[in-house]
């Protein structure tokens, strides 16, 4: 059984296909080069996906075991102080998330991102390299007027990403219940 987290990212994630689908079905080649941002707004909106999904899945989890209490103060004053850390969230890098996972609920979900052929080591320094290329693709566009800069995500690079952060958020929601 998936969370309501994991069913909120992949409704982002159908959003991802559409662009991904737009920028495919340009008929020429110029047009692709013209259309580039099709696929830096896809990459933007996995790990937009990602963050949303994450501020998601831990409410979830913090509700459920707040659920069990009775101490409505301490209930009130958890749910205060995760809604100013997920306020703060913004860009989930591995070390985001190690700390607020551990903050709220005292567990590292970050040594469970095992899939494939990824260690825990792995998915979280991929995890921070693709938000970094995402950060790239968002501001050395626009801070550069670069043309060049406007090619930094590669149609494979894409679909690596997509695969990524479907594997990750799948590994993730399966970590607390």
């Given at each position: ?18 662009l991904i689908q737009l920028f495919d079905n340009l008929e020429s080649q110029e047009q692709r080069q013209q ?67 551990i903050e709220f609920l005292g567990v590292d979900i970050t040594e469970s991102w095992r899939w494939n052929n990824y260690t825990p080591k792995e998915a979280r320094e991929r995890l921070d ?49």
């Amino acid at each position: 059984m998936t969370s309501r987290a994991y069913a909120i990212f992949e409704t982002g994630m159908q959003d991802v296909a559409k662009l991904i689908q737009l920028f495919d079905n340009l008929e020429s080649q110029e047009q692709r080069q013209q259309y580039e941002v099709l696929k830096r707004a896809a990459l933007v909106m996995t790990a937009a996906a990602w963050e949303t999904y994450i501020e998601a899945f831990a409410i979830e989890q913090v509700e459920a075991k707040l659920a069990l209490s009775e101490d409505e103060f301490t209930a009130a004053y958890i749910r205060r102080r995760l809604d100013h850390e997920i306020n703060r969230l913004h860009n989930p890098t591995s070390d985001k998330v190690k700390k607020l996972f551990i903050e709220f609920l005292g567990v590292d979900i970050t040594e469970s991102w095992r899939w494939n052929n990824y260690t825990p080591k792995e998915a979280r320094e991929r995890l921070d390299k693709w938000l970094k290329m995402r950060g790239d693709a968002v501001h050395q566009i626009c801070q550069s007027g670069d043309p060049k800069n406007a090619h930094l995500v590669k149609r494979e690079d894409l679909d690596k990403a997509v695969r990524f952060f479907r594997e990750l958020a799948n590994s993730t929601d399966g970590i607390i219940k």
